[in-house]
C-alpha cells in the first residue's frame, strides 16, 4: 500500500506542475487585454487619473498655492519687522549708552566741582580760623605777658619783703631794704626773672 500512496502523491504534483505551467504560457491575468473586464479597468483607471489630475490642477494646487504665497509674504513681513525692531533696539542700546557716557561724565564734573568748591570753603574757612586763632593767640600771649610781668613784679616785692623777713630774724636786727632789693633783683636776674 505504500507504493501506491506514493505514485499517487507523485502523479498529483506531476499534474500540479503541467496546470502550472499552461497558466505561466498565458501571463499574467491582470495584463490579458483579450479579456473585457481588464479593458474596462484600464479605461475606468485613465477616467479616474484625467479627473483627479484635472482636480487637483485646477482646484487643490491653486489653494495650496495661495496659501504658501501668503504664508511666506507672512514670513517676510514679520521678517522684516523682527529687522525693524532690531534696528529700533540697536538705535535704542547706542542712544542709552551715549545718555548714560554723558551722564557719567556731567557726573563726574559736577562731583569734582563740588570738591572744588568744597575745598575752597574749606580753605577760606581755615583762613577765617587761622586769623581769629593768631588773634586770640595774640591777645593771650599779651595777657600771658602782662600777667607775668604782673607776676614777677610782686615775686621781686614778695621776695624782697620776705628775705628782709628772714634776715631780721636771723640776725635779731633790721635789714637794709636797699641791700635786700639788690641781692633779690640779682638773684631773680641769674634765674631769668627779672
Known amino acids: ?95 542709552l549708552t551715549s545718555a548714560t557716557q554723558a551722564a557719567q561724565t556731567t557726573a563726574r564734573m559736577e562731583i569734582a566741582s563740588a570738591i572744588d568748591a568744597a575745598k575752597a570753603a574749606a580753605d577760606a574757612q581755615l583762613a577765617t580760623d587761622n586769623a581769629r586763632l593768631e588773634a586770640q593767640l595774640a591777645a593771650a600771649e599779651t595777657r600771658i605777658a602782662a600777667a607775668r610781668a604782673s607776676a614777677l613784679g610782686a615775686l621781686r616785692e614778695v621776695a624782697t619783703e620776705a628775705t628782709g623777713v628772714v634776715v631780721s630774724r636771723l640776725t635779731g636786727g633790721a635789714a637794709d631794704p636797699k641791700a635786700v632789693d639788690t641781692a633779690v633783683g640779682s638773684l631773680l636776674a641769674a634765674r631769668g626773672l627779672a
Open 1 to 95: 500500500m505504500r507504493p501506491l500512496v506514493a505514485l499517487s502523491g507523485l502523479g498529483s504534483v506531476l499534474l500540479a506542475s503541467s496546470a502550472f505551467a499552461e497558466e505561466a504560457k498565458k501571463g499574467m491575468p491582470q495584463l490579458d487585454f483579450h479579456n473585457p473586464l481588464t479593458v474596462s479597468q484600464v479605461v475606468w483607471l485613465a477616467i479616474i487619473f484625467l479627473a483627479l489630475y484635472l482636480m487637483l490642477s485646477k482646484w487643490a494646487l491653486p489653494q495650496v498655492d495661495s496659501v504658501l504665497k501668503a504664508r511666506a509674504g507672512a514670513i517676510a513681513a514679520d521678517l522684516d519687522a523682527a529687522r525693524g525692531a532690531k534696528e529700533a533696539a540697536d538705535s535704542a542700546i547706542t542712544e
